[in-house]
């Protein structure tokens, strides 16, 4: 499993305002993409909390992008201090064929759905600077900074520089939660904040 550091924040604006904001101060757009996961769990592991949760989960994700599709399964790996900030993270995937016959596997062997999320991404770079604004099932937006960068000439060689960049170009954040967990956020808005399903 390939270990990498990574932030994401919530955006305290919309859309069209970001977007303006980054290209005011040089960020073009490099690329734009889907990401759609069905966050499947074993049955029986629901109760606990949610970030308990989501480390049990598999994702079955469908990413389309401008000239193929790519389907996989998923699995996440973090582990969190006291403060529930990301200390370590890595992830694996496994290419698959077809969606519905990979839900229908997992079900067969004890899993059900969890939740969805689909996410539209616009990755934005500098010559220096690299960062991808997530739409997260059209409502919330979150900025995610990766430490390797694809269209910027840099690897981030920490998590304080990639604050940096959020803090050098001005972006209203929603508190000063560098490390926002969007599935956690998601299931606290479908499930309530009770710590188990009904």
Avoid: W
Wanted: charged share 35%; glycine share 4%; aromatic share 8%.
């Amino acid at each position: 499993m390939k270990y990498e550091n990574e932030i994401t924040v919530e955006v305290n604006t919309d859309l069209d305002t970001l977007v303006k904001l980054l290209e005011d101060q040089g960020f073009q757009l490099k690329e734009i993409y889907d990401m759609n996961d069905i966050y499947m769990i074993k049955k029986g592991e629901e109760e606990s909390d949610y970030l308990s949760m989501l480390s049990k989960c598999v994702l079955i994700r469908h990413l389309i992008l401008e000239n193929e599709d790519r389907k996989m399964i998923t699995y996440k790996y973090k582990e969190y201090n006291d403060k529930k900030e990301i200390t370590k993270q890595g992830k694996i995937n496994v290419n698959v064929d077809d969606i519905e016959k990979t839900k229908e596997l997992l079900e067969k062997i004890g899993f059900e759905e969890l939740i969805r999320i689909k996410d539209h991404l616009l990755i934005y770079a500098t010559d220096n600077e690299e960062l991808t604004i997530q739409n997260v099932n059209d409502k919330h937006i979150y900025i995610e900074i990766e430490e390797g960068c694809f269209y910027a000439n840099r690897t981030y060689n920490s998590i304080e520089e990639m604050k940096d960049v959020i803090k050098n170009n001005s972006v209203p954040i929603k508190g000063d939660n560098y490390f926002v967990k969007k599935a956690e956020i998601e299931l606290e808005e479908t499930y309530g904040r009770q710590r188990s399903r009904s």
